[in-house]
């Protein structure tokens, strides 16, 4: 039997021998996103896991500072922060097998970084020296996406093409709550659920499209609650609860290995820096609701597990703050250095085979560039 | 040596034939869209695909464009070459944000490493008696996105050999179908189909001393009608055919010109913003000392493109193209 062939029939039949396809409440999510930390699921988590889920936050909180400070410097172009919801980016990454794709959008560099992605290539499109820096196929790490959704067909279609080849790949793709406005989410989710591709959505409700907040993005019940529209679970999760967020999404990917079908895990989070370095959050929110999402931050509620459990010492916090420190040293250094640049790579990569027009154009500017060296070289 | 029967067929039957052959050669060609399977598509020329290759490889999706083209890109970035069918000129334009934010730009977003090779067929045009939305001239929007291949056949056998290379380039290839050329008939072996014609030449399709009309898709049988038409006002009209709107073909159309020494651009799309006004400023910085007058330009107006009983006063036509012609300056030749 063929993959499309596995969807199974469907005709219309008039009333009343009209049945619904599939039975809807298997598909909801639970009432409240679901936790772990501090409480008693907590006790099955293992600990090797959590350890190394805290070593990475810590890590990706000293990412987020660096790259920020690096912007400030003039070193980035801009940088969109995911301080505050290092736990769904980590996450993300750490749930991935090696032969699995990550399908970031442009806030999701650390998540690209935790799949092994270096650093400076992850920056490379915040930098400006080129749009992507790393080789997709090295990690199988999709571009970064800049319009918004855009790229979320692509994992479906991804994910759908290595089930027709017989390959064991799943595809997670990274969305935010304002991108689940846009047209490409649906139809992404709508293609991922009929050809039953094994694909995992994870949408990061963060409370904010730049500046407009959830309640005039969307009257659904919950951004999960979309998943039954399309005949898929939608899971609900603590994004700030790093132990939550991966064995949900750990869920998600195995039943989608399994042959399940695609699952939408919807990850409460917040953005606690504004949405980029130029942006300015104090016009639209104010310092105390920063100030509660403080109190709930995944590095404190997994560092308190951690240590209530004895699974964390003071040496612990302190080898783990070194790492990042290291990290964000060695990332500090190559980044200050300045990148280099060739006009030329700009007519390369058009098509295979530059068009005549653009080899003229290529001419065009390197005669330019001739009479430009010729120039400065001539001044005293 | 025996003679091979050459029987007349469709450019449809041409188009059908490429994509069975490219299935065929190459098991990682996937055709998906909105009714091609079960359906035959449309205009059925995806007729019998489903059948013999399976529903895995001719697919009919959920009916949502960018979803098509933007899952087609995925296909693609793990290995497949999708060929995707837009039903109609008008209904590809959800799909264009996939198309300019990522198939056009893929290749160069990641210098080289993830090229798309995927062929989006759109059949285009008018003078099929369509209601609105079925008609439109849209080439000018894809031939203004850098990093797409922009190609039209106007004959069956380049309707085969232009589609087979389409399939084969490792570039993103717009294949724009003139649906009112889809029945148009022609001497064509079917048993021996011809070869794959390279994208970006065009061809001289009529020699002629005179003046040059240069055309492409639904166009090029009205000018080789105008062409007919124009020895008995004493012109000998050369017609190119584009075949390729991007690449260009600055080469083959100049020789023409600088032959002939006037030129007339026909296309149905609007005059204004369209194809004509960049080839004639292009015919025009290269050709400028062998012009004996201006550049023309025979387009559809610049309008939405009108109900059905209507459209033949929009399209350009064999008078139209006449007019032009005289309008070409004769006078200092007397």
Not at chain 2, 306 to 316: A, D, K, S, Y
Request: with cysteine.
């Amino acid at each position: 039997m063929t993959v499309m062939e596995q969807r199974g029939a469907y005709r219309p039949t008039p009333p009343p021998a009209w049945q619904p396809r599939t039975d809807p409440a298997p598909l909801l999510p639970d009432a409240e996103p679901y936790r772990v930390l501090g409480t008693q699921a907590a006790a099955k988590a293992d600990p090797d896991l959590l350890r190394r889920l805290y070593a990475e936050l810590v890590k990706g909180r000293r990412y987020n500072a660096q790259a920020t400070a690096l912007t400030k410097q003039g070193r980035l172009a801009v940088y969109p922060s995911s301080t505050g919801q290092e736990a769904c980016e980590v996450a993300a990454a750490l749930v991935l097998q090696e032969q699995d794709w990550l399908f970031p959008s442009y806030r999701d560099t650390l998540a690209v970084v935790a799949r092994g992605v270096d650093p400076v290539e992850a920056l490379t499109l915040l930098r400006g020296d080129w749009h992507t820096g790393y080789d997709p196929y090295e990690h199988r790490v999709a571009p970064l996406s800049t319009p918004l959704a855009t790229q979320l067909p692509h994992a479906v279609g991804l994910a759908h093409a290595a089930r027709l080849k017989g390959d064991d790949v799943v595809a997670l793709a990274m969305v935010g709550d304002g991108g689940t406005s846009e047209g490409d989410f649906h139809e992404a989710l709508n293609f991922a659920a009929v050809w039953q591709a094994p694909v995992v959505f994870l949408v990061q409700n963060n409370g904010f499209a730049i500046s407009v907040p959830l309640a005039k993005q969307t009257a659904a019940p919950s951004l999960a609650h979309k998943a039954v529209g399309y005949g898929m679970p939608g899971r609900l999760v603590d994004g700030n609860d790093a132990a939550a967020v991966h064995e949900v999404l750990a869920d998600a990917v195995r039943r989608a290995r399994a042959g399940g079908g695609p699952t939408l895990v919807e990850a409460i989070t917040y953005r606690v820096d504004a949405h980029t370095n130029a942006d300015d959050a104090t016009r639209y929110r104010g310092d105390s609701e920063v100030e509660t999402w403080r109190a709930h931050d995944p590095i404190a509620l997994l560092e308190r597990e951690l240590t209530g459990r004895g699974l964390l010492d003071e040496a612990g916090v302190e080898s783990a703050r070194q790492h990042a420190e290291t990290m964000a040293a060695g990332l500090r250094a190559r980044m200050n250095q300045d990148a280099e640049l060739d006009p030329m790579d700009l007519f390369t990569h058009v098509y295979a085979e530059p068009t005549p027009q653009l080899l003229e154009q290529r001419e065009q500017l390197r005669a330019e560039l001739a009479a430009e060296a010729e120039s400065e070289g001539a001044r005293p | 040596m025996t003679a091979v029967a050459v029987k007349p067929a469709t450019m449809a039957q041409a188009l059908t034939r490429a994509l069975r052959d490219a299935m065929t050669d190459d098991p990682s060609v996937h055709v998906m869209g909105e009714d091609v399977g079960t359906l035959g598509g449309v205009f059925r020329i995806t007729d019998g695909l489903a059948k013999e290759f399976g529903e895995d490889r001719c697919t009919d999706t959920p009916l949502a464009e960018a979803g098509i083209l933007g899952t087609a890109v995925g296909m693609a970035m793990y290995g497949l070459r999708p060929v995707v069918e837009m039903q109609f000129d008008a209904f590809a334009y959800p799909a264009f944000e996939q198309l300019v934010s990522h198939v056009a730009k893929m290749r160069n977003r990641t210098r080289g490493r993830m090229p798309l090779p995927l062929t989006i067929r759109i059949p285009y045009g008018g003078g099929i008696g369509g209601v609105e939305h079925h008609s439109d001239a849209s080439e000018a929007y894809y031939m203004a996105t850098p990093g797409l291949h922009v190609v039209t056949p106007a004959t069956v056998a380049d309707a085969y050999g232009l589609l087979r290379a389409s399939i084969a380039s490792d570039d993103p290839v717009v294949f724009l179908e003139p649906k009112r050329l889809y029945w148009s008939k022609d001497t064509w072996n079917p048993e021996q189909p011809t070869a794959v014609e390279p994208i970006g030449r065009a061809v001289v399709r009529r020699s002629g001393r005179s003046a040059t009309l240069i055309t492409y898709g639904p166009s090029l049988p009205v000018c080789m009608e105008a062409a007919e038409a124009a020895q008995a006002e004493g012109w000998d009209l050369e017609v190119v055919d584009l075949r390729s709107l991007v690449p260009f073909d600055d080469e083959t159309v100049c020789a023409s010109v600088r032959r002939t020494g006037r030129a007339v651009v026909v296309h149905e799309s609007g005059g204004f913003g369209g194809p004509g006004g960049e080839i004639a400023a292009r015919v025009t910085e290269r050709c400028f000392h062998h012009l004996e007058a201006p550049v023309l330009r025979v387009a559809g107006f610049d309008l939405p493109y009108p109900p059905p009983m209507l459209e033949r006063h929009h399209l350009p036509g064999v008078d139209r193209i006449l007019d032009a012609v005289g309008r070409l300056q004769w006078e200092a030749e007397s």
